[in-house]
Nanobody
């Protein structure tokens, strides 16, 4: 299982950014997959999860309406569209999954087992 995240960068508050996560070693048609982030001095937290067998998504309240998780089956890739970014969104973002978990809600709350490398997102003026 490999998860290759990319797309991070430096943006100003209010701007948008899209992260990509290319999955290999498994197919995105059953396990839930999600994005998690870790900011300096804070615990790692879930920002969005997707059930790949039924496209049910889960978002915590602090990103609802701003972040959107999606999937391209042909590319076996998951995306995180982030709009209206805030300085508090600054963190290292990770793509992660649990091959034995199909529920997006469960993945976001119980945590993943397989992690990709992170990509840095910095929101600053």
């Amino acid at each position: 299982v490999q998860l290759q995240a990319s797309g991070g960068g430096l943006v100003q508050p209010g701007e948008s950014l899209t992260l990509s996560c290319a999955a290999s070693g498994f197919t995105l048609n059953r396990p839930a997959i999600g994005w998690f982030r870790e900011a300096p001095g804070k615990e790692r937290e879930a920002v969005s999860c997707l059930s790949t067998n039924n496209d049910i998504t889960y978002y915590p309240d602090f990103v609802k309406g701003r972040f959107t998780i999606s999937r391209d089956k042909s590319k076996n890739t998951v995306y995180l569209q982030m709009n209206n970014l805030r300085p508090e969104d600054t963190a290292v973002y990770y793509c992660a999954t649990d091959l034995g978990q199909a529920s997006s809600y469960a993945l976001c709350h119980r945590g993943p087992k397989e992690w990709g490398q992170g990509t840095q997102v910095t929101v600053s003026s």
